[in-house]
């Protein structure tokens, strides 16, 4: 099995309380797994680490053939895409159109076949801080898609969007891991919007993992009150 | 034409583009304060160094870099918005240019030349600086493009593709405060503050996309600052307050006009 994310005993503290609480993870290439949890349990926390913005206080981090120290977290950015739960754009009005927006993440042919992918042609030229959620979304998701990453991270993409604008996000976020078969890491508290594609759930509470396994299993609600605490 | 006309004229076209463009940055960033700062970081540098006998327009040069260094560093740590950090640097810098301007021989007489400039003293020098420093940061800003926007759209974004976006904003911010600080001698601080924050805030209703952004603004600084220039020459007014007025006016002017529609 082709491992493309792991995480080995990792610990994070943040302002002196610990978040993350030995984290043990992997994840093949390929995988779609869900990450659930309430407010609070470390989700996006997870995400950051894996990406080298919480950097692990103990244990190891290794991310699409990188470890996460100072030598391989430019590496594993280049090679994995991700969305933030929210942007914090400082001015109400950017001059940035979707365009200037996928060109960030790469520009000719990997930008067209996104673009073609996602079906967003229409809105190009349009500036970005006048799109609706649902646009946004699509527009920051084909800037993901036209780097082509093996791992893709997605925080609470369901942020700022109405159901239906969520649930067609989620049906693109899936035909492109049909057609490109990237690893896919989704956090969500949405537990009754849980992609289709998504063979695995990974609860977390409190910092830690407290479920790691399939679907179906999650889904007795007993598991989910001992993955949740409860 | 008068040669004085025409070398104020040329200065304060290359003042304005150059403001204008790197407004875009503190536009796009939101720290519209560290023009303030910068003018008087640069204006404690040339008082303490005409004291110590250090040419003062280096010294001015190497203090304005201070507030967008050390407010870039001090938020990291501080996590603090960029803006509370400038607020704390200009308050340093402040201090330190009004401390001179007591203590120092001839102090207040350095302080008031770096506060309102001295357009009307320009030569073909100061002239070629400018023009330097523009086509610098232009070229700097050409070759950069990419990271440079991904950084002004979003810091965390940019960081998550594997840009080094901490040297980036940092060098973004160095380079506001070279503009500032080669234009300081020229147009003074407080002209300096509204060449920087007017022209984007004119610019960004009229542009679609950054590149059209960053040449609208520099090309509204060097319209108003050069309009503000003649007219203070044709009707013989002060030429800080009359460019002043001049890019407020245009501001105004610009809002009776629909902007760019999406």
């Known amino acids: 099995m082709d491992i493309c994310v792991e995480c080995a005993g990792v610990n994070v503290k943040m302002n002196g309380v610990k978040v993350l609480n030995n984290i043990n993870l992997k994840l093949s290439r390929g995988e779609f797994a869900c990450v659930v949890g309430r407010s609070g349990s470390g989700k996006t926390t997870l995400l950051r680490t894996l990406l080298g913005f919480n950097p692990a206080d103990s244990g190891t981090v290794q991310v699409a053939g990188a470890f996460a120290n100072r030598q391989g977290i430019p590496v594993i950015r280049k090679r994995t895409g991700y969305l933030p739960q929210s942007l914090e754009n400082n001015s109400s009005m950017s001059p940035f159109t979707a365009m200037d927006i996928i060109n960030m993440g790469a520009k000719g042919e990997k930008a067209g076949g996104a673009i073609e992918e996602l079906k967003i042609r229409p809105i190009l030229s349009r500036r970005f801080s006048t799109l609706s959620g649902g646009e946004k979304q699509k527009v920051l998701l084909a800037m993901v898609l036209s780097r082509r990453p093996g791992v893709i991270l997605l925080d609470e993409p369901n942020l700022n969007l109405d159901m239906v604008s969520y649930a067609d996000f989620l049906n693109l976020v899936e035909t492109a891991h049909r057609a490109h078969g990237q690893t896919i890491l989704l956090v969500t508290h949405l537990l009754d919007r849980l992609p289709a594609s998504c063979r695995r759930i990974i609860a977390m509470d409190s910092g830690r993992i407290t479920y790691d396994g399939d679907r179906k299993g999650f889904m007795d609600p007993k598991m989910r009150g001992e993955a949740f605490g409860g | ?262």
């Open chain 2, 1 to 262: 034409m008068d040669d004085q006309l025409i070398k104020s004229l040329a200065a304060m076209a290359l003042s304005g583009a150059g403001c204008g463009l790197t407004g875009v940055f503190v536009y796009m960033l939101g720290i519209p304060f560290i023009g303030v700062a910068i003018a008087h970081a640069s204006m404690a540098g040339a008082i303490w160094a005409a004291a110590l006998g250090i040419n003062p327009k280096i010294a001015a040069f190497t203090a304005s870099l201070f507030p967008a260094v050390l407010s870039g560093g001090a938020s990291e740590r501080s996590k603090a918005s960029v803006n509370i950090n400038m607020s704390v640097v200009f308050s340093l810098f402040t201090g330190l240019a009004f401390m001179g301007a007591g203590i120092l021989p001839g102090g207040a007489l350095k302080a008031s030349g770096y506060l309102w400039g001295s357009v009307l003293l320009a030569d073909y020098g100061d002239i070629a600086l400018l023009a330097a420093v523009l086509l610098s940061i232009a070229a700097a800003v050409a070759a950069f493009y990419g990271p440079i926007s991904a950084v002004l759209f979003n810091r965390e974004i940019a960081a998550s593709t594997g840009i080094n976006e901490r040297l980036v904003y940092q060098a973004i911010l160095v380079m506001c405060g070279a503009v500032a600080a080669v234009n300081l001698s020229v147009i003074g601080g407080l002209m300096l503050y509204s060449l920087v924050i007017i022209p984007p805030a004119v610019a960004v209703r009229f542009s679609r996309g950054l590149r059209n952004f960053l040449v609208i603004s520099a090309a509204t600084g060097a319209v108003s600052a050069a309009c503000g220039t003649f007219m203070a020459f044709g009707f013989n007014l002060p030429v800080s307050a009359t460019v002043v007025l001049c890019n407020c006016a245009f501001f105004g002017l610009s809002l009776m006009f629909p902007g760019t529609k999406d």
